[in-house]
């Protein structure tokens, strides 16, 4: 792993199903394992790439349309949040938010990135 790899991954979902989010975790892994569930709260296990990723979704986060969406540990395809944002951003066909720095000491913990379709851009986001 490079060093500007995040270890681990989270992007906000805006207004999608937990049954699209589920197809799409199938769509990057080889295997998906649905470990628990609860209402608003699913934890799941994928296979990717020969390694297990813990994934955890908590519905309604930050306002009543966001969903969290958390690799755990970052043996996905994306090197950074960004990159997971772009992708989901394009198969789940909505607008994504991420944080703009991956949590670096210092750095403006409002900062985000807000990515629809071929649109980025940087927004303040206060929750």
């Not at 199903?17 to 934890?43: F, M, N, R, Y």
């Not at 210092?106 to 303040?124: A, F, H, Q, R, S």
Request: some cysteine.
């Amino acid at each position: 792993m490079s060093d500007n790899r995040h270890p681990d991954i989270e992007i906000y979902v805006k207004n999608c199903s937990p049954d699209s989010l589920h197809k799409w975790l199938q769509s990057v892994a080889e295997q998906v394992t649905q470990e628990a569930s609860q209402p608003g709260t699913h934890a799941f296990t994928l296979l990717i790439a020969g390694h297990r990723v813990p994934v955890l979704i908590h519905e309604k986060v930050a306002g009543k349309a966001w969903t969290s969406v958390w690799f755990k540990e970052n043996h996905t395809p994306w090197e950074k949040d960004i990159d997971c944002a772009r992708a989901a951003s394009t198969a789940l066909e909505t607008q994504i938010r991420c944080i703009a720095s991956g949590w670096n000491n210092g750095d403006d913990p409002d900062e985000w990135w807000k990515v629809e379709g071929d649109n980025e851009e940087l927004i303040t986001w206060l929750t």
